[in-house]
């Protein structure tokens, strides 16, 4: 991926967040949409080009990236979050960095790793539950199945993570009523843990966004649209 000019990105922020308010209202006035921007194919200075445009939340995949890229703009006010699997020799690194939120929490074990590790930094780091809703083999996440059960689970047993809702990929396929049927799921389990205070629903990506905003997610993570 090669560098933008500010016109080029400006007309492609534009056209998301266009897009992103179109099928937001037809859910309701009321409904809003965080729009966290994926940088992990782009080069850092589109980064900070979209910040000049007004773009503040940014999402990366890999620990060594998020790192280069937070303390390259530590100057700018952004807010940085973590949407890749995280392996467990990363758990320490991940904490240092202190993430505005973790999106891929995606079985106990981590979380419980994650959760000693908390309270060794005496930190706390807000989370969401990754649920594989399309069943993929390629991606992580709970099964749909024991998401509930887990996420009470994760709230009862791990004081240093504040877990704030879910998250979940569309599943890989050009049927749109698959995808549709896995976004909905998503958003089922996460309106039942609203009660346990589940405030966040992570779905949509450059494909699919406007489908997971129908569907009911009030945060997308638009990557390849932005930056093509
Ligand atoms: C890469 C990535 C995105 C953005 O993907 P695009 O299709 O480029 O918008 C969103 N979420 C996760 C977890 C990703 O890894």
Not at 79 to 98: A, C, P, T, V, Y
Not at 152 to 173: D, F, R, Y
């Amino acid at each position: 991926m090669h560098i933008l000019n500010k016109e080029e990105l400006r007309t492609n922020l534009d056209k998301v967040i266009w897009n992103i308010e179109k099928a937001r209202i037809t859910v309701s006035e009321h409904h809003i949409v965080k729009l966290v921007t994926v940088g992990k194919y782009t080069p850092i200075e589109n980064i900070s080009t979209l910040y000049e445009l007004g773009q503040r939340a940014f999402g990366e995949n890999q620990i060594q990236q998020l790192k280069e890229r937070m303390s390259t703009l530590e100057d700018l006010p952004l807010e940085w979050h973590m949407i890749g699997s995280l392996q467990k020799n990363k758990i320490n690194n991940l904490i240092d960095l202190r993430p505005s939120l973790m999106h891929s929490l995606d079985s106990i074990s981590l979380a419980q790793e994650l959760n000693k590790k908390l309270l060794n930094k005496n930190q706390k780091m807000f989370c969401l539950l990754q649920i594989n809703t399309s069943k993929e083999k390629s991606k992580s996440g709970v099964p749909s199945e024991q998401a509930f059960d887990i996420f009470q689970e994760i709230k009862n047993s791990c004081s240093h993570i504040n877990l704030k809702g879910v998250m979940s990929i569309g599943a890989n396929t050009q049927n749109t009523k698959e995808i549709q049927k896995n976004f909905e799921e998503t958003h089922h389990i996460y309106q039942s843990l609203s009660k346990d205070g589940a405030k966040i629903c992570s779905m949509g990506m450059s494909g699919d966004y406007e489908l997971a905003i129908k569907c009911g997610s009030n945060l997308v993570r638009v990557g390849s649209a932005i930056f093509k």
